[in-house]
């Protein structure tokens, strides 16, 4: 069993630096942090592990990683998590994941969780594998936009949705439609293009990349874009738009009421998710449901599988059925 004396030997520092880095402490050099943090990978230490009993290696606890608590998607994953783990004696421990600090998220989890949920972020090689060695699952709900076969997913049929969607839009005269995306490469919103795009082709209809907006995934920032290309003189490439997810969608349907467009009579608008506020719009809006709250279930039981050695991590996926729900945002499309 390594220890904690192991560590600080194989990286020529003390015990106490060690603990410093252990509980991200600031009173440590980067360089000798990334040295301690080398040795704790190089030996797979894990101090909550190495001070609990060897017969059942279990914090009992998941971690979660977060791209916005006020995010109501997220939200309702989080609620479906926070159930399920409940059910199974668990608790989570919830963190916000910025990119620029992802090194921090190996001191922050380092021994004190069994698994490790995503929403959808796209970690890098090197976390991955460092969780890897340590025994920590990892398991992301919605597929990250770089797959890694070391990252399992739960995720509905985007391309499935997104063929449902347009296909309605289709039948209402639609034939150019825009979309509403998210400036980051690395945002799982780049799932959803992608296969709106495969989903375009497949039906014949018109797209271009000047029928692409790009926002934050935020609903004011969707409203500012919006407004800002509806205050442009140049007119409307497309008759209507799908927006990534419902926030945006929501943001455009304000920023079409601020720039006096009609919707759906000038403009069809339809979004992703299927969250509470979707239904209270003016217009209500067409959107494809996602079972936030069973994906949390399921995520819960597929960590438990993987810890008790009844699954094995990465290399697959599990589709959740989608829904596509139709109200007042999506009309036929009006004569030129």
Avoid at 23 to 44: A, P, Y
Avoid at 62 to 74: D, I, K, Q, R
Avoid at 309 to 330: F, V
């Amino acid at each position: 069993m390594v220890t904690r004396d192991d560590v600080a030997k194989h990286a020529g520092v003390s015990v106490a630096v060690v603990s410093y880095v252990i509980n991200n402490k600031s009173v440590v050099k980067e360089e000798t942090r990334q040295k301690v943090l080398r040795s704790i990978e190089e030996l797979g230490y894990n101090p909550n592990l190495a001070a609990r009993s060897l017969k059942t290696k279990e914090t009992h606890q998941y971690g979660v990683l977060f791209n916005n608590l006020g995010n109501p998607f997220e939200t309702g994953i989080s609620l479906g998590l926070e159930a399920k783990a409940r059910e199974y004696g668990r608790s989570l421990i919830f963190q916000t994941y910025l990119g620029e600090e992802e090194e921090q998220l190996k001191t922050i989890y380092m021994g004190r969780t069994d698994g490790l949920i995503l929403l959808g972020q796209s970690l890098q090689d090197s976390t991955i594998r460092h969780f890897e060695k340590l025994g920590v699952p990892l398991l992301s709900i919605t597929a990250p936009a770089a797959a890694h076969p070391s990252v399992r997913c739960i995720d509905i049929d985007w391309y499935g949705a997104m063929h449902d969607l347009l296909k309605h839009l289709k039948e209402n005269g639609h034939t150019r439609i825009g979309f509403m995306g998210t400036e980051s490469k690395e945002h799982h919103h780049q799932v959803r293009h992608s296969e709106f795009c495969k989903a375009i082709s497949a039906l014949g209809l018109q797209y271009d990349p000047d029928g692409l907006l790009q926002a934050d995934g935020r609903l004011e920032s969707a409203q500012a874009r919006m407004l800002e290309r509806l205050k442009s003189p140049e007119p409307l490439e497309f008759s209507a738009i799908v927006c990534a997810n419902d926030l945006m969608a929501i943001g455009v349907l304000s920023a079409c009421k601020d720039a006096g467009i009609r919707v759906p009579e000038d403009l069809s608008v339809a979004g992703c998710e299927n969250i509470l506020m979707s239904s209270h719009t003016s217009p209500a809006l067409t959107t494809v449901h996602y079972p936030r709250r069973l994906s949390g279930f399921m995520a819960i039981d597929q960590m438990m599988k993987l810890k008790e050695g009844q699954d094995q991590p990465g290399t697959s996926s599990t589709i959740l059925e989608h829904n596509l729900i139709i109200r007042e945002s999506t009309g036929a499309r009006s004569p030129e």
